[in-house]
């Protein structure tokens, strides 16, 4: 079963409006970590924002904000004020409290949401 | 290092040839972690190790893929009789380990394979 779903694979939105990219989870542990990062062209993978399921308050990082819905199990990254810099692969990802043997915690990405900003 | 290496950034090998991708994490980190990455999907899960204990490869698709982390800093992941379906791009991420799951987690900029 899809543990992440990233139901947009792609987006658009004009520079300096806000965009809102999708991300729905499945998993059963109280205890979990929800991810978001960014893949430029350049390929590399980026991290920009974290909410572990026990925080009281949505997370916040300059102009990403992640609207946490517990119930509904949904975590959507927020861009504010989109630059055309934000043109990239957006990847939700999800670390269950539940650990693997070892001792490590394994996290599942989705297949992420392309967004393009344009002028 | 200040960031995880991965080496090399691109390898073209012809098909039934080994490869060896190598990865060098960030120091002192615990956990190294292996993906693969298909062209417009996400990473998925190969395999990772504690230290030099590799501690699930439950993802690792066959047996024609290996990895080591034999003094547990730097990692290699081996593919033997490559086929054309191993092209991918091939992420190493490592974490400091311990704890819960909100421990930070960086990748490298990735191998890109291409078997021809």
């Known amino acids: 079963a899809q543990k992440i779903t990233q139901t947009q694979p792609g987006m658009f939105v004009q520079e300096k409006e806000a965009v809102t990219l999708d991300c729905t989870y499945d998993t059963s542990d109280p205890s979990y970590g929800l991810f978001w990062y960014k893949q430029p062209s350049s390929g590399e993978m980026i991290f920009l924002i974290y909410q572990g399921s026990y925080d009281q308050q949505n997370a916040t990082e300059g102009r990403y904000s992640l609207n946490f819905q517990k119930a509904r199990k949904s975590a959507n990254l927020v861009i504010s004020a989109s630059q055309l810099g934000d043109s990239a692969m957006y990847f939700c990802?999800?670390?269950?409290?539940?650990?693997?043997?070892?001792?490590?915690?394994?996290?599942?990405f989705g297949r992420g949401t392309s967004l393009i900003v344009h002028p | 290092g200040a960031g995880v290496s991965q080496s090399p950034r691109y390898k073209v090998t012809k098909r039934g040839q080994d490869v060896a991708l190598r990865c060098d994490p960030i120091s002192g980190h615990v956990s190294l972690y292996w993906y693969r990455q298909a062209l417009g999907q996400g990473p998925e899960f190969l395999t990772y190790f504690n230290y030099e204990a590799q501690q699930d490869k439950s993802g690792l698709p066959n047996d024609r893929f290996s990895a080591e982390r034999p003094e547990g800093s730097i990692s290699t992941l081996t593919i033997q009789r490559t086929e054309q379906r191993d092209s991918a791009m091939y992420r190493c991420a490592s974490s400091p380990g311990g704890g819960g799951p909100n421990y930070g987690y960086t990748f490298g900029s990735g191998t890109r394979l291409t078997v021809v």
């Open positions: 990802a999800m670390r269950e409290g539940r650990r693997r043997k070892g001792g490590s915690y394994i996290p599942t």
